[in-house]
């Protein structure tokens, strides 16, 4: 797409990131000579009454982080918004999210991860004290920066104090991250943010969700009645019964059973264990391991990282399928790792073995394994993304399937399934994505491509991938 030159007062420098609403741009400030990050909307790709919505909770991330001021949240500067485009201005941070740390690291060192949490619940502690409640707090929505810090960003659907968005509140959050109470529309107040926070520290301790399902339905049923495993009893894990109650009372099933503050929750965490400060080599090498990298904003200027280079004899959506499912176990590394296997491998087969060897745990191995065997087991006319199960001329000519059976069109059905499947990943804005895409769609494979294509995680997109593919033949 063509990036503009300049949003207000900013000269665009680069891309930080893109993705189906929008584009997050490094800018520079020329009146006051320094660099900040522009997130921004554009409205053509998105219905009227859906870009009102996002503008409205542009503006309302504008003003609940305006309102705040501490060293752990991402200062907002400006709210601008002309007839295409709506952005926000703010400090531009050298670092990653979460979220990609942990795609990397899927388990944290346990000070680490102590450290991550008392730094959030510093800031959220700050935050609820000005009136204002996350209600987002997820892997994502913070940010690691190069020195090891966290910061909390994205207050798009956060709650003011006398001021709310339309949308009710059991709409509003992330599954596996919203307290029971959003999920059943009750009363809500900061505590949801404490839940969310417990849930992470769940995740970070152990790699895995508290409530993971296999649908969203699912992990509302686990949020709403089960109980997740204690930590201390989780093979491979070495936690104390001690930190268990702390989460244990964070992630309650009612808000009046856990910690009555962001302080509280944190001094728990003090009493349970003294943290000693400062980066100690693990964590240095978990945050060195995730460097920025910008994307100028001119075509034709950006150069990929050398020694990557994909081997001629292999199908380029063949090696993206792998290298999809390998990033969810082992990060941004994988497409060196994939691309290094490629070069002595004959065969799909030998690729795989290959490429698990560098997943140590022997149950990510085997769930790495399975998601690449159903992949290959999927090669029907059910229909396959690009780099995804199909694996493109190997899988199909091992399979003796193909896509070159798949109907040209997409049925009323399909979309209705895509919908749900892209809105796990995108959210709300799946209908217009899949309406566009249909429209275009010359065939069932080009709509899937083009679904998968909207999703720039690579985790996510693998689930789509995998979920597009198991469509019914019949829809």
């Known amino acids: 797409m063509q990036h503009p030159r300049r949003l207000g007062k900013y000269d665009i420098v680069g891309v930080l ?8 741009y490094k800018a520079h400030d020329p009146l006051i000579d320094r660099q900040v990050a522009i997130k921004t909307v554009r409205k053509a790709l998105l219905d009227s009454s859906i870009a009102e919505d996002m503008a409205a909770r542009f503006r309302n991330e504008a003003r609940a982080a305006g309102r705040l001021s501490h060293p752990g949240i991402v200062p907002i500067y400006e709210y601008g918004e002309d007839d295409t485009t709506a952005f ?10 979460l979220a990609q740390v942990l795609g990397a690291t899927p388990t944290l060192p346990e000070g680490m991860a102590i450290r991550f949490m008392q730094q959030l619940l510093d800031a959220l502690g700050s935050a609820h004290r ?6 987002d707090i997820k892997p994502a929505n913070l940010i690691v920066t190069t020195d090891g810090l966290l910061k909390v960003m994205d207050f798009g659907v956060a709650r003011i104090a006398s001021a709310a968005l339309t949308q009710a509140a059991s709409t509003i959050g992330t599954p596996g991250y919203m307290a029971p109470e959003q999920y059943i529309g009750e009363t809500i107040d900061h505590r949801v943010d404490l839940f969310a926070a417990g849930v992470l520290l769940y995740r970070m301790l152990s790699g895995r969700s508290p409530f993971a399902a296999e649908t969203p339905e699912a992990v509302m049923y686990k949020v709403l009645h089960q109980d997740p495993a204690p930590l201390s009893t989780l093979e491979g894990l070495s936690i104390a019964p001690s930190l268990d109650a702390v989460i244990a009372r964070a992630l309650a099933k009612t808000p009046q059973a856990r910690f009555s503050s ?13 943290v000693a400060g400062g980066t100690t080599a693990d964590d240095a090498t978990v945050i060195a391991a995730m460097p920025l990298r910008v994307r100028p904003a001119s075509p034709g200027t950006s150069r990929g990282p050398t020694g990557s280079a994909m081997p001629s004899q292999w199908d380029a959506s063949s090696l993206a399928a ?4 390998l990033t969810r176990f082992m990060g ?5 790792l994939v691309r290094e296997a490629a070069r002595t491998s004959t065969d799909l087969r030998q690729l795989q073995e290959s490429v698990s060897q560098h997943i140590r745990d022997p149950r990510e191995r085997q769930r790495f394994e399975a998601l690449l065997s159903t992949g290959m087991a999927g090669g029907t006319s059910a229909g ?6 199909a ?14 059976g798949t109907t040209a069109g997409v049925s009323a059905g399909l979309s209705d399934y895509a919908v749900r499947a892209l809105a796990r990943q995108l959210g709300p804005i799946a209908k217009v994505v899949v309406r566009k895409a249909a429209v275009s769609a010359g065939s069932r494979q080009a709509f899937f491509d083009t679904l998968c294509r909207s999703v720039e995680d690579p985790a996510r997109r693998a689930q789509l991938q995998a979920e597009l593919a198991r469509a019914p033949d019949g829809l």
Request: glycine fraction near 12%; aromatic fraction near 6%.
């Open 88 to 97: 926000i201005a703010m400090e531009f941070v050298e670092g990653r999210d």
């Open 322 to 325: 792998v290298e999809a499912a």
């Open 130 to 135: 000005a009136g204002v409640w996350h209600r």
């Open 384 to 389: 396959t993304c690009a780099g995804s199960s």
């Open 332 to 336: 941004p590394v994988a497409r060196v």
């Open 391 to 404: 694996f493109a001329t190997g899988a199909a000519s091992s399979a003796g399937a193909s896509t070159a």
């Open 17 to 24: 990131g893109e993705g189906a609403m929008g584009v997050v």
């Open 262 to 274: 962001a302080a509280e929750f944190r001094d728990a965490l003090a009493e349970r264990s003294a």
